[in-house]
């Protein structure tokens, strides 16, 4: 079945560690993107990426990194400089162009610092 | 830029009642897309309905419409016949047509149908 797997599920993360989530979709779609959600406050983009080896900050992109080498896959990096990471994490991909475009999304990662 | 506001932090209910979720927008962007998305306690997202900013008829799908009133920059999710499975968060988001510009979301209305 066609989809995105968000992977671990649950992370635990100790203060000053980098931790990277996966994210893989096999749809086929050319853009990806990341988001964080807190209680709240909705869904905030932290970066996305429209095509392989390109990618654009979000609106809360500071203490993330993320590599798009692949069109499958998007992974991000939480760095040690990112001050409050406990969070539940939305990875998510749609076509490109001037169609619907919805998102798919995959089913979250949530991570705590411990 | 754009903007979603959603004004109904939680809303109630009754099972097989018809209710409706507020959502206004904020843009500059001439032609746009407006989507509402589900989230049940598990955390998946799911799509449940678009909006086209041209498109003539508002927008159904099965139990879900979309009262979208351009004029007033409002679209708001009409759930018929409510069950208790559809308790849930709901967001509304936005994505303007030009750019390929990522959806933009509001902070969402958490919805409980009560038996």
């Known amino acids: 079945d066609g989809g995105i797997t968000q992977s671990p599920k649950y992370l635990f993360r100790k203060e000053g560690q980098n931790v990277t989530l996966s994210c893989e979709q096999n749809l086929n779609h050319d853009a990806m993107y990341w988001y964080r959600q807190d209680p709240g406050q909705g869904l905030r983009l932290i970066y996305y990426?429209?095509?392989?080896?390109?990618?654009q900050k979000g609106d809360i992109a500071e203490g993330y990194s993320v590599s798009r080498e692949k069109k499958e896959s998007f992974p991000l990096t939480v760095t040690s400089a990112q001050k409050n990471p406990t969070a539940f994490y939305l990875c998510?991909?749609?076509?490109?162009?001037?169609?619907?475009?919805?998102?798919?999304f995959g089913q979250g990662t949530r991570l705590t610092v411990v | 830029a754009q903007k979603i506001t959603q004004t109904q932090p939680g809303m109630f209910v009754q099972e097989k009642e018809a209710v409706t979720l507020d959502c206004t927008y904020d843009t500059s962007d001439p032609s746009y897309g407006l989507f509402w998305y589900k989230q049940p306690s598990s955390g998946e997202m799911i799509f449940l309905i678009y909006q086209g900013s041209y498109d003539q008829q508002n927008a159904t799908e099965g139990r879900y419409s979309l009262n979208f009133q351009k004029a007033r920059k409002s679209a708001n999710l009409v759930i018929s016949a409510s069950q208790l499975g559809d308790s849930a968060m709901y967001f509304c988001a936005m994505r303007a047509h030009s750019g390929n510009t990522p959806l933009v979301f509001g902070k969402g209305t958490r919805l409980s149908v009560i038996a």
């Open positions: 998510a991909s749609s076509t490109t162009g001037r169609e619907v475009r919805k998102a798919f």
């Open positions: 990426s429209q095509i392989v080896n390109d990618f």
